[in-house]
């Protein structure tokens, strides 16, 4: 494909352009896809950092928020890091906050291990579930107004992360959420994450989890799942960890609610002796695209990406930072997918196929399922343009091949 300028319009050498697609507008049209299916982790937003691609949701883990990090005593608490994280959020017009409630304070661990995350002590339940509640209260209580959304802990079926029982979860669960619906019946109350790409540490956890929780009425508003796929895994084996996920939930007969992945990326070691791979290029634009497109077949309501960082991170497969290729990922999403209405997704020969519209227009993102698959754009196509902006000509009829990277077929 020919190279073009990046950013916002897309050419393919010549007068031949794309047609004008200016930022949507987030509206309150119900067919319209929102902003806030984009989630992100930002690195120092606690410091003032902040993304310099679109995103409508903000996830804060791994920002000295969590629970450890801020009751270094008990009763005595440091707010700083939440505080600087809600200013900066609030001055750049984001409203849109999960926060994560996890991890226990060392002075509150049943016990503590040096391998837990962040720090000592904080993969343990509480020795004390009233210290819990009292944690609970007080940050409900002094952010009801500028937090909507309380995750109940992160990646709890990982013993560095949390090594307590299901029931226990369950019952801290339930506990928090009558807290928060008591002082803030409008927020929302989401349960804790499982990482699914370790299958033994899913299956030891998560089943168990849910059969503890219909016990106590399904005291959540909605479901969590981390899909990053081993390190050699693509957004393919991505929707696999999907389907896993979402059949734990069917087995168990839980309640139908909103899923929400709340960490993804690509290229990461393991489990075990898998290496993990620098993933560049219009590949690392594509996953973004794909991901969140993908969530839009799969029935997941919005991701969060891992992370938006100062500089590259090198455990991460993709990179998004100012100037990254991700960064143009997300530039095309935004472009692509957001205030536009999705008009759902066909698979044939390989290829996959989704169909979205915006003002009367028509498009279609496609791609190749794995490897490679021969396509035909419709009668009514322009122009066939990848995430990085390299467009061609493609008029009807036109066969191109298809790669796991999608593409945008302007259509007339």
């Not at 950013?7 to 507008?25: F, K, L, V, W």
């Not at 005593?73 to 409630?101: C, P, Q, R």
């Not at 952010?143 to 992160?154: C, L, M």
């Not at 973004?288 to 969060?304: A, N, Q, W």
Request: proline letters at 6%.
């Amino acid at each position: 494909m020919a190279a073009c300028g990046g950013g916002g319009e897309e050419s393919a050498g010549g007068d031949t352009t794309a047609p004008e697609t200016p930022a949507p507008e987030v509206t309150e049209d119900p067919n319209a896809i929102q902003r806030s299916v984009v989630g992100l982790h930002i690195e120092g937003v606690e410091g003032g950092a902040w993304s310099s691609a679109p995103f409508g949701a903000l996830r804060l883990w791994d920002n000295g928020t969590g629970w450890s990090q801020i009751e270094l005593e008990k009763g005595e608490f440091k707010w700083d890091n939440l505080e600087g994280a809600l200013e900066n959020a609030e001055s750049k017009g984001m409203s849109d906050i999960l926060y994560v409630l996890g991890t226990t304070p060392e002075w509150a661990a049943q016990e503590v291990n040096e391998d837990d995350y962040p720090q000592p002590g904080a993969a343990s339940a509480p020795a004390d579930l009233d210290d819990w509640d009292e944690w609970v209260t007080e940050v409900v209580t002094r952010y009801g107004d500028r937090i909507d959304a309380y995750q109940i802990w992160n990646e709890a079926n990982l013993v560095n992360f949390y090594n307590g029982t299901p029931a226990e979860m369950a019952e801290m669960t339930k506990r928090a959420y009558d807290i928060i619906k008591a002082n803030d019946p409008e927020a929302l109350v989401v349960a804790p994450s499982p990482s699914t790409r370790l299958t033994g540490a899913f299956d030891r956890f998560f089943p168990e989890y849910l059969t503890e929780l219909e016990k106590l009425d399904w005291p959540v508003d909605v479901w969590t799942v981390h899909t990053y796929p081993d390190g050699q895994g693509t957004p393919a084996d991505r929707a696999l960890l999907v389907e896993k996920f979402t059949d734990a939930l069917a087995a168990a007969d839980a309640p139908e609610l909103p899923i929400w992945d709340t960490e993804v990326n690509y290229g990461i070691a393991g489990p075990g002796d898998i290496e993990g791979r620098e993933i560049t290029g219009a590949d690392a634009a594509g996953y973004v695209v794909r991901t969140y497109v993908d969530d839009l077949r799969l029935g997941i309501e919005r991701s969060y990406w891992y992370i938006w960082s100062l500089q590259p991170l090198d455990f991460l497969g993709i990179q998004a930072f100012a100037g990254s290729d991700a960064e143009q990922g997300f530039f095309a999403l935004d472009n692509w997918v957001i205030g536009a209405s999705f008009d759902g997704c066909e698979e044939s020969a390989g290829a996959v196929t989704c169909n979205f519209s915006r003002d009367g227009t028509p498009w279609v993102i496609a791609w190749a399922t794995d490897g490679e698959a021969t396509y035909t754009t419709p009668e009514n196509s322009q122009l066939v343009c990848d995430p990085l902006a390299n467009c061609e000509e493609a008029g009807p009829g036109t066969e191109i091949t298809l790669t796991e990277v999608p593409v945008r077929v302007y259509l007339q």
